[in-house]
């Protein structure tokens, strides 16, 4: 049963990092690791945590608006969300030293988040070749099911409601057929996710005679996620019996984990600094529950099923991080930064003491690559003034050559600080871009059609998300 809910998406999401923290940070594109001396740079090298100078407090929402455009078979939809989270919250302490070659130890507490999960679309298109009914036959061909007891055991919250909602049937000689017509269909395709993931931090962070700033930090990264899909046909001959069907599907995720960051910050000249910093795997405990809801509606009749609710417990390692990063620094005027990030998909895992996950994985390091973050930001300051700008590329998961789930970040924004108190304010402006066939979402067996079956239904689905983000940040020095 659990197999059904859990996916390499999910694996995706719960590994990917897109920094959400200080306002500072977001409109320097998150280029912080060599920068420090900011709550959001403990996230990327918690040697940052070494140059604070005054204990500082911030506090940081955002107001976070999604859209995204799809194109399904020349047909266009659209949708969005909108929400107003909380970034970060942290508290640093300094105590300095003198006549010492550690000239001050910093502590931090706080939680910076690490990706944000809303997300909103909506596939609506005519399809005259095929129904994912289609798709799911051939599946229960390839694997043997000629019966609904085989089916329920299979699939009970995917396909099997199918059967009871008089959408598929079986009969003698092994046959299963559907009154579901094989195109002539309106397809409609929805998806609605809600959650983010967040990090507990504890940091440490050391200064020796200004030059080398070393830091290590424990966290706990947890996480909740809501995805509901809905998936509808409609039949567009209205002479046939067959009407329409449509199925809702619910899949809610939580996980706490723990994980370890190191990092070092080097002064080697007045005008550079040099950082680096390693992140250890998350190790992830994962709580989820699933369930679907199925109807059919035919011209004499209309049915409804509703799954039982599965629910299952497992594990999940994500992959760890390398950061390079480097600051040059022009007097007390600006700074021109810049940050290298690597990392593995291909190692991302998921077990459990009463499942072998060894397919899984294996489809896993197969699909999934290495890839790289590079983020660059700049800042300028006169008087109580600062004015910064930035651009963060995400790689695409599947390797840097591919564009799906690639992301580019653009971002600006200024600082006012007055004595003790300083306001930061950015504005960024993300673009995403994925493709997937629809049928894929729910089988990996293609839809078949011609007069043999010899030609395979293209269902590509492609995707434009644009994310815009503004960001503020309130932030008192307490001594």
């Known amino acids: 049963m659990f197999l059904m809910a859990q996916t390499d998406s999910d694996m995706f999401d719960f590994s990917s990092i897109y920094y959400q923290g200080t306002a500072k940070s977001a409109a320097m594109g998150n280029a912080m690791g060599a920068v420090g001396s900011d709550f959001s740079a403990i996230a990327i090298n918690p040697a940052g945590l070494g140059l604070f100078r005054k204990s500082t407090f911030v506090f940081t929402p955002e107001f976070y608006s999604i859209s995204t455009e799809s194109d399904y078979k020349g047909s266009y939809g659209s949708d969005r969300a909108f929400k107003v989270p909380v970034n970060n919250i942290g508290l640093t ?54 019966n609904d007891y085989a089916l329920e055991d299979y699939s009970p919250n995917g396909i099997f409601p199918l059967w009871e909602t008089y959408l598929l049937d079986f009969y003698d000689g092994n046959i299963i057929d559907s009154d579901v017509p094989q195109g002539g269909l309106n397809q409609q395709f929805g998806v609605s996710k809600r959650g983010s993931s967040r990090e507990f931090n504890l940091a440490a962070g050391f200064n020796f005679n200004e030059k080398v700033f070393l830091g290590a930090s424990i966290n706990i990264p947890y996480f909740t996620k809501t995805v509901t899909k809905q998936y509808k046909e409609v039949n567009l001959d209205a002479s046939d019996n067959f009407r329409n069907w449509a199925q809702e599907e619910v899949v809610k995720n939580s996980g706490t984990g723990i994980n370890a960051k190191i990092g070092a910050i080097f002064y080697p000249v007045q005008w550079l600094r040099i950082g680096a910093a390693f992140h250890t795997p998350t190790i992830y405990k994962v709580e989820e529950s699933w369930g679907t809801e199925t109807w059919s509606s035919f011209n004499d009749a ?33 700074m021109i930064t810049a940050d290298y990030e690597f990392m593995d998909y291909s190692l991302m895992r998921a077990s459990s003491y009463d ?49 799906d789930y690639r992301t580019d970040s653009y971002s600006c924004g200024f600082g006012f600080t007055y004595h003790v108190f300083t306001l930061d304010l950015a504005y960024v402006f993300s673009q995403r871009h994925n493709s997937y066939q629809l049928y894929e979402q729910y089988s990996e067996y293609p839809a078949l059609y011609g007069q043999n079956n010899e030609f395979t239904d293209d269902t590509k689905v492609k995707e434009t998300t644009n994310i815009n983000q503004v960001v503020i940040s309130f932030k008192f020095r307490l001594d």
């Open 355 to 403: 499942y072998n996950y060894s397919g899984f994985n294996n489809y896993i390091r197969k699909t999934y690559s290495t890839t790289s973050n590079i983020r660059v930001g700049t800042e300028w300051r006169w008087q109580t003034m600062a004015f910064r700008a930035g651009y963060a590329f995400y790689g695409s998961p599947f390797g840097m050559n591919k564009t």
């Open 302 to 334: 209309g049915y409804n099923y509703i799954s039982p609710t599965g629910v299952y417990t497992y594990t999940v390692t994500t992959p760890y991080r390398l950061n390079a990063s480097a600051a040059f620094i022009f007097g007390n005027f600006g």
């Open 93 to 146: 302490w300094t105590q300095e030293y003198n006549n010492s070659p550690l000239k001050s130890v910093s502590f931090a507490l706080g939680l910076n988040k690490l990706n944000n999960y809303t997300f909103q679309s909506y596939v609506n298109g005519d399809n005259p070749n095929t129904s994912l009914i289609d798709a799911y036959i051939d599946e229960l061909y390839q694997n043997g099911i000629y």
